[in-house]
C-alpha cells in the first residue's frame, strides 16, 4: 500500500474523487476552497476558490478537462488546465 499526502490545504478536506485518467484528485474544504493534485506525488496542481458558494459536490468531465462544482443553488464549470 501507497500513501501520498495532497500538499498544500490547511482546511479539512471531504470527499475527494479521482479524475478519468486517474492521475489526479480533486477535493473540496468548507472554506469553498477546490484543490487538485497530482497523485504520483501529491503536490498541488491547481486551487480554485468560490467565495460565493459552498461546494456540495465535485465532478470530472469524461475527458477531465472540466471540473464541475455543485453548491445548493449554482452549478460552476471550471476549465482545467492540460
Known sequence: MRSVKL???AELLNSALFSPDGRKV????LDQTIGLW??????????LRDPK???IFLSFSPDGRTLASGSLDSLKLWELPR
Open 38 to 47: 497530482g497523485v504520483e506525488d501529491g503536490k498541488s496542481l491547481l486551487t
Open 53 to 55: 458558494d459552498q461546494v
Open 7 to 9: 500538499q498544500g490545504h
Open 26 to 29: 480533486a477535493a473540496w474544504t
